[in-house]
């Protein structure tokens, strides 16, 4: 059942001016549409400026390096390449969007920029979702044909039958995102603010695209998603030709994109859904405006899972990403032990002696492991750090400053 029209507010002087929901249309793009639900926007504040920007801090630069590899994959004609670089241009144009969110939290959820910044803005967000779904069904079918019908449909894995079905997904996803610059996205709330692609409660036209998101654009791809899993699991459960740490492979690749999906995409579905059953008075909105907003955050995690889908492709990728990450902090954690087992504060057995040798001061901090001449401040010890723990060391407080120790050298 429809619900019925919703008086909005105008503001032009002194006396507000009714407006019905349903007469907004493409004619009344000038006017001011005023939102007459209170809602507290502290959610915003607090959770979407921080995981913002941890998507800006790692996920930009992981998406730059998965663009990388994937120009890899696609020298080496893998039709893999075409969908995860399709997946990594969709995710940067999103996160480009980013610092004029971030711009509108800070300022407390007024929007300062124009319309249809607003619009792009909204369209960006809402194209990553779909397109990103879209491309994730893709990845999960070409395995499903490499592993289950491998000398069967060899055509529909070729790198013409990825561009076109990459063609597809987008022209699909933008047509149905062009309805979002037909209406106007920019509102007033009761406190003059402007808001950005938020409207409460939900406009007329906003019910049959909600149905078309949550049946074509989430249950016909989780449909696609469970099929194709259980069925690659089965495959590779039962060969015996393939390697078992392709098999690894294959499992991770597969069981790593249902997982996305559930986790980044399934929230915000099921709210929306909810929603747009349900939605009809300001009290369910205060109700459910959080948990709505939370699992609309839930979706811009993906722009940080999707590059994990090159270590599982690309065995280039998992050596580039041990080196650039793994090894250089396991480089400092191993800095960081050395440098508290060299501490000067030793256990119980150790003791700290200040000798005097011709009238200079020389620290002695000796271990019962390597005991030290407390004449010549040296002892038997090796020189190397790594080979004995809590190496001992006898430094003359004279020329401190023109020597640097062992473990200095070592974490440098």
């Excluded at 060969?239 to 078992?244: A, D, E, F, K």
């Excluded at 690894?248 to 249902?258: F, G």
């Excluded at 300001?282 to 590059?307: E, G, K, Q, W």
Aim: charged share 15%; with cysteine.
């Amino acid at each position: 059942m429809r619900p019925g029209p919703a008086a909005f507010l105008r503001h032009c002087s002194s006396r507000p001016v009714v407006f019905w929901l349903d007469r907004v249309s493409e004619s009344d793009m000038s006017e001011e549409i005023v939102i007459n639900c209170t809602i507290s926007h502290e959610v915003h504040q607090y959770v979407f400026s921080c995981v913002y920007i941890l998507v800006l801090l790692v996920g930009v630069p992981s998406n730059l390096y998965s663009l990388y590899h994937a120009a890899v994959q696609l020298r080496q004609r893998n039709e893999l390449g075409v969908y995860l670089l399709n997946l990594t241009v969709s995710d940067l144009l999103y996160q480009a969007s980013l610092p004029l969110w971030l711009q509108y939290i800070f300022r407390n959820d007024d929007w300062q920029h124009r319309e249809w910044l607003c619009q792009l803005c909204g369209f960006l967000l809402y194209e990553n979702i779909y397109i990103s779904i879209g491309f994730l069904c893709c990845i999960s079918m070409d395995r499903y044909l490499a592993v289950v019908h491998p000398l069967r449909f060899t055509s529909l894995r070729s790198m013409t039958a990825a561009w076109i079905a990459s063609a597809t997904i987008w022209l699909k996803e933008v047509a149905v995102g062009v309805v979002f610059f037909r209406h106007k996205e920019v509102s007033r709330d009761q406190t003059n603010q402007s808001v950005c692609f938020e409207h409460y409660p939900m406009m007329p036209w906003e019910y049959p695209v909600n149905y078309y998101r949550f049946s074509v654009g989430f249950l016909f791809p989780l449909a696609i998603l469970s099929v194709s899993y259980l069925s690659v699991l089965r495959a590779v459960g039962r060969s015996t030709g393939t390697q078992p740490d392709q098999k690894t492979r294959i499992r991770q690749l597969v069981s790593s994109t249902i997982l996305i999906f559930l986790v980044c995409f399934s929230p915000y579905h099921v709210f929306l859904l909810l929603r747009t059953l349900f939605e009809r008075d300001c009290s369910f909105i205060a109700r459910i405006f959080n948990y709505y907003h939370v699992s609309l955050l839930l979706t811009s995690l993906n722009c940080v899972a999707d590059p994990a889908l090159y270590c599982f492709v690309s065995e280039s990728a998992r050596r580039g990403l041990h080196r650039a990450i793994v090894r250089p902090v396991s480089r400092v954690i191993c800095c960081c032990c050395r440098r508290g087992n060299a501490s000067p504060v030793g256990p119980a057995g150790d003791s700290h002696e200040v000798a005097k040798d011709g009238g200079q001061s020389v620290t002695l901090l000796t271990h019962s492991y390597t005991p030290l001449n407390p004449k010549t401040g040296s002892g038997n010890a090796t020189s190397d750090p790594s080979t004995v723990p809590n190496k001992s060391r006898a430094e003359n407080s004279g020329d401190m400053g023109g020597r640097t120790g062992d473990r200095d050298r070592k974490c440098s």
